[in-house]
C-alpha cells in the first residue's frame, strides 16, 4: 500500500463568516471544523501522517486545537496565501510519504470514500482532484457598467466544481510546490500541475463534502451535523428441537433453537430492522429476502454488518441500541456480557451503549409456552456528516 500522507490547510482567518475566530475553530455538534476534517483523515486507513497549518497566532495551541490523533500529526506556520500555507505544510512532510494530499480545513465532511478515489487516482495519474458535476446551466456573464449580461451558454459536461482533497504523487508534488515558491499564483494546488502543462485526473467528489464558507454553510451544517434518527425492529422465531440457539453470534446451550431461513438470530434481526428502519433504508426482507439463496443460513451478525454498511454509506452512526428479548428458558443473563460485547463491536459504539434486557412472557402465548422466541429493538443513530 502506498504511504500517504495528508496536508490540512487552516491557515486561512475566514474573514467571510465574519467573527474574531477563524471559521475552521468553530465547532459543529461538539466537535470543531477542523476537529472534523483532521478525524476524516485520521480514521482512514492508508493515511499514515497528518500535517496540519494553523495561522501563526494559533500554532501554540496546536495540540489542543487539532485534538488527540492515533496518527503522527504536527502542525506549523501557515503563510500569507494558500500557496504558502500548502508550501509550510510541505516541509513537515516525511521522507516516506509517496501520496500527498492536500485538504481544506473547511470541508469537514468528506468521505472515505471520497478520500480513496484521490489516493488510487493520484496514483496512477499523478495528479486528482475530487470534483462535482454542476446541474444547472451555466452562463458566462459580463459586467457592462451597473448591468450583467449572458455572453456564452458553457456545455455544462464540462463544468465540474473542484473540490479537496487532491492528491499527487510526490515527484509531482514536490514540482508544484516550487513552482508556486517562484512567481506563480494559484488557488489550489491541481492548478500549479496544469500550469506546469502535467495531468489532473478528475474523480467524483461529493454534494456532502461543502466548503463551509459563509454563516449560513455553518448554519446548515449544525442543523445537519445534530440531526438524530430513531427506528425500532421486532422478531420472532418458532422453536424447534436439535437446532442452535443463537443470540448476536453467541451460542446459548438450549435444547430448542430457532426455526429459520436463517440462524434465526433474533437480536441481530431486530437490530437490522430497527437500524434501517431509523435511515428509512428499507427492512431486512427487502435488503436480504430469503427468495435469495445468498441468506440462506447467512449469520445474523453478517445480515447487521451489511445494514450498517448501508447505514454509513447513507451518512449515519450509531449512538445506542437498547434491546429485548423474550424467552421463557433458559436463563440469559449469563450471556449478556458477550451478546453486549459482540453487538458494540459490530455498531462500533461503546459496551455501555448497547443494552440488552431479557423477559419472559409468563407462560402465557406462544412465547410464554417455550414455543417461539422473540425480540424488540430500538436504536438512535446520528448524522455523521452534512447533508444526505
Ligand atoms: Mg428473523
Known sequence: MQQVAVVIVAGGRGVRLGGA??????????????????????????????????????VGDGARLVG?????????????????????GWQAVSAEAEIVLVHD???????????????????????????????????????????????????REEVWLAQTPQGFRRAVFERAV???????????????????????????????????TTADDLAQARRDATEMRVGTG??????????????????VPSPVGPLGHSDGDVVCHALTDAVLGAAGAGDIGQLFPNTDARW??????????????????RGWSVVN???TVVLERPKLLPHWPEVRRRLAEALEVPVDAVSVKGKTNEGVDAVGRGEAIASHAVVLLRRVGGVA
Not at 466537535?31 to 497528518?50: C, G, K
Not at 488557488?187 to 467524483?204: H, K, N, P, Q
Not at 421486532?234 to 448476536?248: F, T
Request: glycine share 6%; proline share 5%.
Open 105 to 155: 480545513a473547511a470541508r469537514p465532511f468528506v468521505s472515505a470514500a471520497v478520500i480513496d478515489r484521490v489516493i488510487a487516482a493520484a496514483a496512477a495519474d499523478g495528479a486528482a482532484i475530487a470534483a462535482v458535476a454542476v446541474s444547472d446551466t451555466v452562463k458566462r456573464v459580463r459586467a457592462e457598467g451597473e448591468r450583467r449580461v449572458i455572453v456564452d451558454t458553457v456545455p
Open 296 to 313: 440462506k443460513d447467512a449469520p445474523g451478525l453478517d445480515l447487521l454488518g451489511r445494514a450498517l454498511t448501508v447505514v454509513r454509506e
Open 178 to 212: 516550487a513552482d508556486a515558491a517562484a512567481a506563480i499564483e494559484a488557488t489550489d494546488e491541481a492548478r500549479l500541475v496544469e500550469l506546469a502543462g502535467g495531468r489532473v485526473a478528475v474523480v467524483e467528489g461529493e454534494a456532502v463534502n461543502v466548503k463551509i
Open 68 to 88: 488527540p490523533t492515533s496518527r503522527p500529526c504536527v502542525w506549523v506556520t501557515g503563510g500569507a496565501r494558500r500557496q504558502d500555507s500548502v508550501r509550510a
Open 234 to 251: 421486532y422478531d420472532l422465531h418458532q422453536l424447534v428441537a436439535d437446532r442452535p440457539l443463537v443470540l448476536a453470534g453467541v451460542v
Open 321 to 323: 441500541a437498547d434491546i
Open 21 to 58: 475566530v477563524p471559521k475552521q475553530l468553530l465547532e459543529i455538534g461538539g466537535m470543531t471544523i477542523l476537529q472534523r476534517s483532521v478525524r476524516a483523515f485520521d480514521r482512514h486507513p492508508a493515511v499514515r501522517e497528518i500535517v496540519v497549518v494553523l495561522p501563526a497566532e494559533y
